[in-house]
């Protein structure tokens, strides 16, 4: 069930390197922030499963996230990220790369969790365990796509 994200971490990591690369016809922000913000959003949401209430979650259709989680694909540009989920800027590749072991760890943690351990999205509202971790495949996805982008406008 995570080892796709765990793949996608891997790349995370492989990517660090590219850190400071820009392309503003992509996007506004540097590999490094798309890096960044993928490691806050997957801890952040990760934590948020782990202190979640299983008794709490009720399912509610929301039309935006099934068409979102059957494409498995997100606009770009449609969305802006939570103030809660957009980096500061003040980590260096290096701080990044130290927190992907930790990450991977905290997500294997969730395997042992209920399966209506919830998150609540900010557009998509409540997520039981199983459709959280396929949101998260389908955001990293989104990211990672923009940075392969901006690497492909590099000189």
Do not use: C
Request: aromatic share 8%.
């Amino acid at each position: 069930m995570l080892q796709p994200v765990y793949q996608q971490l891997d790349t995370i990591s492989d990517l660090l390197s590219e850190f400071d690369a820009k392309a503003p016809s992509v996007s506004e922000a540097s590999v490094g922030w798309h890096l960044e913000h993928l490691l806050l959003v997957n801890g952040r949401v990760a934590e948020a499963l782990i202190q979640s209430n299983p008794a709490d979650y009720q399912w509610t259709f929301n039309l935006k996230k099934s068409i979102v989680l059957f494409i498995k694909r997100i606009p770009r540009g449609k969305a802006k990220a939570p103030k809660t989920a957009r980096p500061e800027g003040n980590q260096s590749p290096e701080d990044l790369r130290n927190r992907i072991p930790g990450l991977k760890e905290k997500l294997a943690g969730l395997t042992k969790l209920h399966p209506n351990a919830n998150f609540q999205h900010p557009f998509f509202g409540m997520l039981n365990l199983k459709t959280t971790i396929r949101f998260l495949f389908v955001h990293n996805q989104h990211h990672l796509k923009i940075v392969q982008d901006i690497l492909a406008q590099k000189p």
